[in-house]
């Protein structure tokens, strides 16, 4: 078998995707998305991103949803290591190539580190301008218009915007973005950020990147707040923490717990509590 699945024309085919994606922060590349034994909508634009990069010195970390253990995580992180037997972990600042859905981890991310993200809807426009072609061109214009409309009508009638996740973002004061499905919490955390981001739908043929310290804001008018989910007054059931992204859980009682979603960040908050 080859190594990390794919053939070698396939891998230049996606890294040459990636390098323009990186040179143009926020534009949307197309490549030749392939088939992998999985289906797709299940990670296989971050599965080929990774698989194209990946080499024998990397450690590879899979999370969907913040944790390392879920089905989808721990699937696509057993088939990863069946084509390159590469080493792997649950280790945040361990991994030198981290594959995520729905979540940026709670640990600052470092230079050495590429985080690639498994993307559903590529086009930050799709909500608003259905016609591919009429998005591309208003992409080249910069025509956010559409955009600052949705936006405007959520203000004016609810006071803010009803967009709980992937919100649009603007990339290097340039192109707008589609952050995938991460919540607003974590949105901030895409500016300057030390790690390399790379985005891959594998269903819609697409990959965009984020370079390292680029500048990402998201899409607010100046005289609003960019509000993210607000956990005052809530705190880990399981670490204690107060500062991360916290799951809401019922118990048999119907009595409410909250966990950190990151279950990496969970773990080392209790490592450091038992030392």
Not at 41 to 55: D, H, M, P, R, S
Not at 67 to 94: E, H, M, P, Q, Y
Not at 233 to 242: A, Y
Request: proline content about 5%.
């Amino acid at each position: 078998m080859r190594y990390a699945f794919l053939d070698e024309e396939a891998k230049k085919e996606i890294r040459r995707s990636i390098l323009k994606a990186i040179a143009i922060p926020g534009y949307i590349v197309g490549f030749a998305s392939r088939e992998l034994p999985v289906a797709r909508g299940w990670g296989t634009g971050g599965l080929q991103v990774t698989l194209a990069l990946i080499n024998e010195k990397d450690n590879l970390k899979v999370i969907d949803q913040g944790c390392d253990g879920s089905v989808n995580a721990v699937n696509i992180r057993n088939f990863i290591k069946s084509v390159t037997n590469v080493n792997t972990t649950t280790k945040t600042t361990d991994a030198s190539i981290i594959q995520t859905r729905h979540r940026v981890p709670e640990i600052e991310l470092e230079e050495r580190q590429t985080l690639v993200y498994q993307v559903p809807m590529p086009d930050v426009l799709e909500t608003v301008e259905p016609n591919i072609s009429k998005a591309k061109l208003l992409h080249a214009n910069a025509d956010y218009s559409k955009l600052w409309v949705l936006l405007y009508e959520d203000t004016s009638q609810f006071g803010d915007s009803r967009i709980s996740n992937r919100y649009p973002v603007m990339v290097n004061n340039r192109y707008a973005m589609d952050p995938s499905p991460i919540p607003k919490y974590d949105t901030p955390k895409l500016n300057d950020c030390k790690a390399l981001q790379i985005f891959g739908a594998g269903r819609e043929k697409k990959i965009y990147a984020i370079p390292p310290y680029t500048k990402v804001e998201p899409l607010k008018f100046e005289d609003r707040d960019f509000k993210v989910e607000n956990f005052d007054g809530k705190s880990c059931s399981r670490c204690g923490s107060t500062n991360s992204f916290l799951d809401e859980v019922y118990d048999d009682e119907g009595i409410t717990h909250y966990y950190c979603n990151d279950t990496d960040y969970c773990d080392s908050n209790i490592e450091v509590g038992e030392k």
